[in-house]
């Protein structure tokens, strides 16, 4: 596959910039305004150790309706709220250091990986559908399906007892928070610098998508979906469907998340042990929940 990309990159210089430019464009002015501080205080509360106390008044919430440790918790609501790839960032982050069990690990990876609400508001209802009276519907389809999904894994994996309490690890002596804050920046801006170049890739390969031959054309922007999601709303939104599929279609692509968040959730799961095909088929039973709901929304109240 690679000296076929390369091969490409050279026959096709001008694409393959136009491409990059984009992918480049998401990056530094969406990608790493919104997470890089994200990453940074969560580096520091982590080292720290005080997500435990930060999250103790919501710990009631976390155990009973999500099967969640306080710990955990912080993943998931960091997750919904800050974007790919945070959720598994966080999730990678809370086993290394041993606050949250393997099992508690993989189940928060099949749900709390998840596109932010100013993605979904700008990105997916604005510029995708054109219409913000699509807000309230997306909102309510996208975060049921990850709630449903959610539950699906829980059943699945019997997580009705409440998680087993972690025992605390304590900030060495030694490390100062002024060192704490230095790690975390440097670490921040490793981790933001790796994303760039997974999202710049990945908006080559489905620019290359988009140019497939005729019997394969009419999926083809479906499939850059699959692909890099911010490519496929894009391509999506610009042909002539109905409504019903078109919606259908750019809310199937935002739960799945794209192939390029698939592998930056694996560079954030580097090292841990954890299987990137838990997070696969946790996305894919998203995408089918959203799928679903997307249907009943149109024929019950459309």
């Not at 170049?197 to 497939?212: D, H, M, N, P, T």
């Not at 809310?251 to 841990?272: D, H, I, K, R």
């Not at 696969?280 to 109240?301: D, I, M, P, S, W």
């Amino acid at each position: 596959m690679i000296p076929a990309l390369l091969l490409y990159m050279l026959l096709f210089p001008k694409k393959v910039l136009t491409d990059s430019l984009a992918g480049l464009d998401l990056w530094f002015h969406t990608v790493l305004p919104s997470l890089l501080p994200f990453m940074i205080l969560s580096n520091v509360l982590i080292g720290a150790n005080v997500v435990s106390q930060l999250m103790r008044p919501f710990s009631g919430f976390f155990r009973h309706v999500l099967g969640l440790s306080p710990e955990g918790g912080y993943a998931w609501l960091l997750g919904l709220f800050c974007g790919f790839p945070m959720g598994a960032r966080l999730t990678g982050d809370m086993y290394r250091q041993h606050r949250i069990s393997r099992e508690e690990a993989g189940y928060l990876l099949t749900f709390a990986n998840q596109s932010s609400p100013m993605f979904l508001s700008t990105y997916v209802v604005l510029h995708g559908l054109g219409d913000s009276t699509m807000t309230l519907p997306v909102f309510v389809i996208f975060y049921s399906s990850a709630f449903l999904t959610s539950l699906v894994f829980r059943i699945r994996s019997r997580r009705f007892g409440l998680p087993p309490s972690k025992p605390k690890k304590e900030v060495p002596e030694q490390t100062s928070y002024g060192n704490l804050l230095d790690t975390s920046i440097m670490n921040g801006f490793e981790i933001i610098t790796r994303l760039g170049g997974y999202i710049i890739l990945f908006s080559i390969l489905a620019g290359i998508v988009l140019q497939l031959p005729a019997p394969l054309r009419t999926a083809a922007p479906f499939l850059s979906g699959l692909t890099e999601i911010t490519t496929g709303i894009h391509t999506i939104s610009g042909i002539t469907l109905p409504l019903q599929v078109k919606f259908t279609a750019i809310v199937c692509c935002t739960a799945f998340g794209g192939f390029s968040t698939v592998a930056q959730t694996s560079c954030m799961l580097n090292g841990t042990g954890l299987s990137i095909f838990t997070y696969l088929k946790g996305k894919l039973v998203n995408a089918a929940v959203a799928g679903l709901l997307c249907l009943f929304v149109f024929v019950v109240f459309i």
